[in-house]
């Protein structure tokens, strides 16, 4: 996938740009704003990495310009400023997420591959099905193997928002922003506890951990 | 204090206009008097010559010039002091009566200057204001008196008014002057603390007199207020200590596990585990950083703009739920006790983050079999919302601290996390104008915030 990264940051960019292109991206990189701004308006990348504070143009300008310009180019939300008005402000510059620095590379690459695969679980389906996993959205049931198993509304949610990101990994505070809406870091393990149950109740088979990252479920299960 | 500074100074420049108000004032009043007073006398005299002159006229008509002469004569015996001068002639000039000089015989008023009468000041001739009337036959008459006493009168109102002027003015800026010193004086002694204060002298106060007048409250309300300065600088000064101090452990240690990692790790495995320890360590201290900086913000009242209408029911709900597995899990059993449809205004993610932390606070540091209890009610005019627990407590003379930003109570020192989770919970209990208390559960620990408005 065709990446660009705006970022004036250069160690920082330099770490990210390794960082996407080991896991097969490519990285076009730009350290001014209005160069970036003119990159991205070129049309062929999958998605922009923009730094909100940028010299000549910042994030936010750079983005709501694209905004303007009709681009549906995905963005990614780079900050330092790490506070609490910034995410709801890069979001509604037309931002589709918001990392604060300082991250893990694996945070970064997790929200990236989201992102990139966004197109794919756009639309309102019904239902959702992994292998005998079933999901109904309408009636909020989810059977296995046929057996319906009864779950709380909470445990619906994060099954739910796994289920749309089949083969993707997902990280922890990417649950609790999506499931829970928590935009702290809580120093008890609140998503691990909740994962267990629902492993007990779904089956210890199918969400899998990934070792320092985060969580993923598998569309095709390997035979057992 | 020199007189230069004195006289640039605010209190004497507002006695210096004062006085000049009061000279315009007083000069326009003296005017007036004036005017009045001696207009009214001339119109008087006047009033009082042309009645005599129209009497005699009558005389003359009815007896001609020894009729006249008659009456002049029988008017000069009856004559007091300010009576009147008369002088009769005939069309030749010959005078029949009298010595004013002869003019023109136009009827009109004239003005002579006589030899002095008598009630003049020393060299200066008598003023009189002279009535002329035709006569028949040729004849002319005068009627005259003295309107040099209308002048003098009106000068002598204008003397006094002078004096009185002086006097006032005199003692006005001198008054003044003494009062401007005064206040001068004061304002001075206010001056030099604060010069004292800018030097590094922080502990400098304002002298005071004692006295309730508005200056004494000034320099009482700047006392106070170096006061707060002084408190706040030193609770800034503290937490940079502590800053330093929470900061240069966690380091210490990193150094030390990295230096050994450096020395001893042989195989691959080791160094991975050395550097994820590593960055756990980091972590922590990323985390330390990120809470101050939160609390900072905070501070800053910048989200209360956010303020909107929440039911903290449902939030509180919400949260224990998700902390329920947890503190299961920690061997703990949380009961909850929420009272439904509780509002507030607020702001959510914060309100969610603070009663997170009072929760993780329970879980880290009460033992396992601890029942903690959250209970939301609402009262007459707030709405309170409790977190408690069974557990070993904290000691009354710590209770009050341990909201403070990196306080720790002893025996927790070892508990993971980071002395600011309770802090963040006191700054957001801040922003909601919210009363944060912490008291004996008996035994264990109860926090409490009651917040005041329901909406």
Known sequence: MNILLVEDEVDLAAYIVRGLTENGHHVDHAARGDSGFLLASEGRHDLLIVDRMLPEMDGLTLVKALREGQSKLPVLFLSNLGGLDDRVEGLNSGGDDYLSKPFAFSELLARVNALLRRPHISGEPTSIRLGDLEMDLIKRSVTRAGREIDLQPREFSLLEYLMRRPDQVVTRTMLLEGVWDYHFDPKTNIVETHISRLRSKIGSDLIQTVRGSGYMIRAARTAP | MRLAQLLKSA???????????????????????YFLATSGMQSEVRTRIAAESTALREEYAGGGAPRLLQAIAERQRGRLIGGLDYTLYNANGRHLFGNLPVVSCK???????????????????EELGVLVTPLADGNCLLVGDDIGKVRKFGSLI????????????????AGGIFLSTRVFRRIEAINRTAEAIIEGDISRRIPRRGVPDDLDQLAATLNRMLDRMTSL???????????AHDLRTPLGRLRRSLEEA????????????????????VDGILDTFGAILRIAQIESGSRRSNFCRLVLSELVTDVCETFAPSVEEAGMVLQTRIQPDLAIRGDRELLVQSLANLLENAIAHTPVGTVVTVSLKGLSDSVELCVADNGPGVPEAQREQIFKRFYRVERSRTATGNGLGLSIVAAVAELHAAKLSASDNGPGLKIAMLFSEAA
């Open chain 2, 11 to 33: 209190s004497f420049r507002l006695t210096a206009a004062y006085v000049g108000l009061f000279s315009v004032s007083v000069g326009i009043l003296a005017g007036l008097i």
């Open chain 2, 107 to 125: 009827s009109g008023w004239v003005t002579f200057t006589g030899p002095p009468d008598g009630d003049e000041p020393e060299g200066e001739l």
């Open chain 2, 158 to 173: 204008l003397r006094s008014f002078g004096w009185v002027f002086l006097l006032t003015a005199t003692m006005a800026v």
């Open chain 2, 233 to 243: 600088m030193e609770s800034l000064r503290h937490v940079s200590n502590d800053v």
């Open chain 2, 262 to 281: 450096g020395r001893t790790v042989s195989s691959p495995e080791e160094s991975r585990a050395a550097i994820d320890s590593a960055v756990t360590e």
